[in-house]
């Protein structure tokens, strides 16, 4: 290769280490202050929301770049992770969310900001925050929150709290005095709200063992026989737990014995009071038992 091109590449490389090295610009700091300030309101935002459970919040500083879809979607997530204990009391970590972005991040089109969260009880998550540059203006693109699963513990809403916890309470009154003909009377007549599905064992699973709905009654029936060591305390606030999108359970856990069934050593009941959101509000549509002494629960 001859001298000159040596001399060349030579050129080509310096040129693209020192642009590499390059020094950032008043305007370019100028720029990332302004970014990050913009972003720090968004978190904020978004902190708002989620103490207050109301997504409507997070509107103004959302992307105009957005479908409707788009924003609905980010809106669900958002009320979803609201409503998880987990997140009650939820204050983002703005130092260390914003503290390792530097001045070339607020010269791309987007960025992405991973924000450490502390919430109730000091737990701690980290969710993702994704802004883009619209005009002069850095607005949320993208949120990834915690997803609720089935059994996580909720803090919904007080107005979701008063239209469910008088009536479960109520329901459960009826269970400790015997009437469980007053819980059937209160669920609906179709057969997804009065036959339960089995939980099937790992061998039933891998057999592909099929066994039919099993009655509510039955099991309602069957508690009638147990010999309940404690009931709940009604006047506490009763736990509500995730079950399925759009559907709360009150849990209930009350210890009990059953001799004549064999069940001779304290075991735990767990009774869950399934409350579905309709379009009239929530509405109570099954029970469900679970416990050595309920089969396939």
């Given at each position: 290769?001859?001298?000159v091109?040596?001399?060349?590449?030579?050129?080509?490389?310096?040129?693209?280490?020192?642009?590499?090295?390059?020094?950032?610009?008043?305007?370019?700091?100028?720029?990332?202050?302004?970014?990050?300030?913009?972003?720090?309101?968004?978190?904020?935002?978004?902190?708002?929301?989620?103490?207050?459970?109301?997504?409507?919040?997070?509107?103004?500083?959302?992307?105009?770049?957005?479908?409707?879809?788009d924003?609905?979607?980010?809106?669900?997530?958002?009320?979803?992770?609201?409503?998880?204990?987990?997140?009650?009391?939820?204050?983002?970590?703005?130092v260390?969310?914003?503290?390792?972005?530097?001045?070339?991040?607020?010269r791309?089109?987007?960025?992405?900001?991973?924000?450490?969260?502390?919430?109730?009880y000091?737990?701690?998550?980290?969710?993702?925050?994704?802004?883009?540059?619209?005009?002069?203006?850095?607005?949320?693109k993208?949120?990834?929150?915690?997803?609720?699963?089935?059994?996580?513990?909720?803090?919904?809403?007080?107005?979701?709290?008063?239209?469910?916890?008088?009536?479960?309470?109520?329901?459960?009154?009826?269970?400790?005095?015997?009437?469980?003909?007053?819980?059937?009377?209160?669920?609906?007549?179709?057969?997804?709200?009065?036959?339960?599905?089995?939980?099937?064992?790992?061998?039933?699973?891998?057999?592909?063992?099929?066994?039919?709905?099993?009655?509510?009654?039955?099991?309602?029936e069957?508690?009638q026989?147990?010999?309940?060591?404690?009931?709940?305390?009604l006047?506490?606030?009763?736990?509500?737990?995730?079950?399925?999108?759009?559907?709360?359970?009150?849990?209930?856990?009350?210890?009990?014995?059953?001799?004549?069934?064999?069940?001779?050593?304290?075991?735990?009941?767990?009774?869950?009071?399934?409350?579905?959101?309709?379009?009239?509000?929530?509405?109570?549509?099954?029970?469900?038992?679970?416990?050595?002494?309920?089969?396939?629960?």
């Amino acid at each position: 290769m001859s001298r000159v091109k040596l001399l060349s590449l030579g050129a080509v490389f310096l040129g693209v280490a020192a642009a590499g090295c390059a020094a950032p610009t008043p305007q370019d700091l100028q720029a990332a202050d302004a970014g990050r300030q913009q972003a720090e309101r968004a978190i904020q935002a978004l902190a708002r929301a989620v103490v207050d459970k109301d997504p409507a919040l997070i509107t103004p500083f959302l992307s105009p770049r957005l479908s409707p879809r788009d924003v609905s979607l980010l809106q669900s997530r958002l009320e979803q992770a609201s409503w998880l204990e987990r997140y009650s009391g939820y204050t983002p970590d703005l130092v260390e969310a914003l503290g390792g972005t530097s001045w070339r991040d607020w010269r791309r089109p987007e960025v992405c900001l991973a924000v450490p969260v502390v919430a109730a009880y000091g737990q701690t998550s980290e969710d993702e925050l994704t802004l883009e540059k619209v005009e002069d203006e850095w607005l949320i693109k993208g949120l990834q929150m915690a997803e609720p699963r089935p059994g996580d513990l909720l803090d919904p809403p007080a107005a979701v709290r008063r239209a469910i916890e008088p009536q479960a309470r109520e329901l459960m009154a009826d269970l400790e005095g015997g009437h469980y003909s007053s819980v059937m009377y209160a669920l609906p007549k179709d057969q997804a709200s009065r036959f339960r599905p089995p939980v099937l064992s790992w061998w039933e699973r891998l057999i592909g063992s099929s066994v039919a709905g099993i009655s509510v009654l039955s099991d309602l029936e069957t508690m009638q026989e147990f010999s309940i060591l404690a009931w709940p305390d009604l006047q506490a606030v009763p736990q509500l737990v995730y079950d399925s999108p759009n559907v709360i359970a009150v849990l209930y856990e009350v210890p009990y014995v059953w001799l004549r069934g064999g069940v001779s050593e304290t075991d735990v009941l767990r009774m869950k009071l399934l409350y579905r959101k309709t379009p009239d509000g929530w509405t109570f549509f099954s029970i469900r038992l679970s416990g050595k002494a309920i089969p396939s629960s």
